[in-house]
């Protein structure tokens, strides 16, 4: 049996995006370390996709995890994909705790995981790719500060970039946006309340985002980029494709 040729580590990899891109990692011939929280899950993705495909049951907002994780299995793509359910409410209906959610996971994972890949360092010609959101660019009323947590992942992508390019690192950041889909959990939630807001039913309002974006183009996506050295800067990934947005 040949071995992977090359290491990933995907954050948030028991469902979702994350599930997508994982298989589509492995799919690829690269070995995947998965991390998230459900450890059940993760056993799931494991039988799925098979030797390949390495569960690591921990908490991705943990520094310590992240700088283990990095100096262990030094991967050559990092995709920081994790984050929370964001709450499903108005602004007037959320509380500070609510609200802020998104920037206690989403946000401070990206972080800590930003900075364990710079300080390593991991090695020249490894790409981190930051899973921000649509919402970034368009705003998102009833997710509370998911919106601006996703924004600052962009900073984030950004400020690490220019790091790595100051001290002759080789290390590619990379922003992918994925557009609202219903092919998700999280994002079937999301547009049944935005159906509901609209006052129209969930069917329509579908119909109206033109092509669903699904977990298999995310991953499709993640690979092109990650196998492209001359990608950076962000990228917005919908139903019809990659489009480069800075």
Same mark, same amino acid.
């Given at each position: ?13 028991s ?8 298989? @589509?990692l ?6 995947? %370390?998965g991390? @998230?929280?459900?450890g059940?899950?993760? #056993? ?11 569960p690591?049951t @921990?908490d991705a907002t ?5 700088q +283990?994780v ?6 050559? %793509?990092?995709?920081l994909n994790a984050?929370?359910?964001p709450?499903?409410a108005?602004?007037?209906e959320?509380?500070?705790e !609510?609200?802020? +959610?998104n ?11 930003? #900075?364990a ?5 991991l090695?020249?010609g490894?790409v981190v $790719?930051?899973m921000?959101? #649509?919402?970034?660019?368009n705003?998102s009323?009833?997710s ?6 996703? !924004? ?10 220019d790091?790595?390019?100051r ?8 922003a992918?946006l994925?557009r609202?889909?219903?092919?998700? #959990?999280l994002? @079937?939630t ?6 509901a807001?609209?006052?129209?039913d969930?069917?329509t309002?579908v119909a109206?985002?033109g ?10 996506a993640?690979l ?6 001359? !990608?950076a800067?962000e990228?917005?990934? !919908?139903?019809a494709?990659?489009?480069? $947005?800075?």
């Amino acid at each position: 049996m040949t071995e992977p040729k090359q290491t990933a580590v995907v954050t948030g990899a028991s469902r979702g995006f994350g599930r997508g891109i994982a298989a @589509a990692l492995v799919a690829s011939g690269m070995k995947v %370390v998965g991390i @998230a929280r459900d450890g059940q899950a993760l #056993g799931q993705v494991a039988d799925e996709l098979g030797a390949a495909f390495v569960p690591v049951t @921990a908490d991705a907002t943990d520094e310590a995890v992240a700088q +283990r994780v990095i100096h262990e299995f030094r991967p050559a %793509v990092l995709v920081l994909n994790a984050g929370a359910t964001p709450p499903l409410a108005p602004i007037h209906e959320q509380s500070w705790e !609510s609200f802020t +959610r998104n920037w206690q996971t989403d946000t401070k994972h990206a972080f800590v995981w930003t #900075g364990a890949a710079l300080r390593e360092p991991l090695t020249p010609g490894s790409v981190v $790719i930051a899973m921000s959101s #649509g919402a970034a660019l368009n705003g998102s009323p009833l997710s509370g500060g998911y919106a601006g947590a996703k !924004s600052a992942i962009r900073f984030i992508r950004t400020y690490a970039a220019d790091e790595s390019e100051r001290a002759g690192l080789g290390i590619r950041f990379v922003a992918l946006l994925p557009r609202l889909t219903p092919a998700t #959990g999280l994002g @079937a939630t999301a547009v049944a309340g935005y159906a509901a807001r609209q006052g129209i039913d969930v069917d329509t309002y579908v119909a109206e985002m033109g092509p669903a974006l699904t977990p298999e183009q995310v991953g499709k996506a993640v690979l092109e980029l990650a196998g492209d050295p001359g !990608s950076a800067a962000e990228y917005l990934v !919908s139903g019809a494709g990659l489009r480069l $947005i800075g």
